[in-house]
């Protein structure tokens, strides 16, 4: 049987820190599903679909991704499509309080479900897509954190769109 694992997040915009707990989950799992899922603390910057289209430049060459939007609780999405576990990256201390609270939430409304952990590695840990957005706004330079395939993308992105 194979394992299957789902990424959720808002990915506004994927950032290297997010390709490496992907290309670290592909380790473990034979399938990684991206969710893009909406979440009403955060103000979208870019569209669902320019989100999509943003990773799949990444991932185009591997079967072993499927990306995807997401309208339902993620638990609900997961039990669905035989996905048995979650994965959730963890930044630092904030990001793990957070963490242990949805895990506890996840858990109470399926404990069939489990949540995988990956840590940071530390030239990623203070990588966030709001600070890619503020460098942005700023017009400065993305390249340490933003992989390059999609550099150019982000930038035809907002400046055809107007977002800054």
Not at 84 to 107: C, K, P, S, V, W
Not at 123 to 149: A, W
Request: positive net charge; charged residues 25%; contains cysteine.
């Amino acid at each position: 049987m194979k394992s299957i694992a789902i990424f959720p997040g808002s990915f506004d915009p994927i950032t290297l820190g997010h390709q490496d707990i992907v290309n670290r989950a592909l380790t473990i799992f034979d399938c990684i599903i991206i969710g893009l899922a909406p979440s009403i603390k955060k103000r979208p910057f870019l569209s669902i679909k320019d989100r999509i289209s943003l990773i799949n430049k990444i991932y185009i060459k591997n079967s072993n991704i499927k990306i995807i939007k997401i309208n339902e609780l993620i638990i609900d999405f997961a039990k669905k499509n035989c996905v048995n576990f979650l994965i959730r990256g963890i930044r630092n201390n904030i990001d793990l309080i957070y963490e242990q609270e949805l895990n506890q939430i996840n858990y109470t409304l399926s404990n069939n479900i489990e949540t995988i952990f990956f840590l940071a590695k530390p030239k990623y840990q203070i990588i966030s897509s709001t600070l890619i957005k503020e460098i942005l706004l700023h017009k400065g330079n993305i390249k340490l954190f933003v992989d390059q395939r999609i550099i150019l993308m982000l930038k035809d992105i907002i400046k055809n769109n107007k977002l800054i």
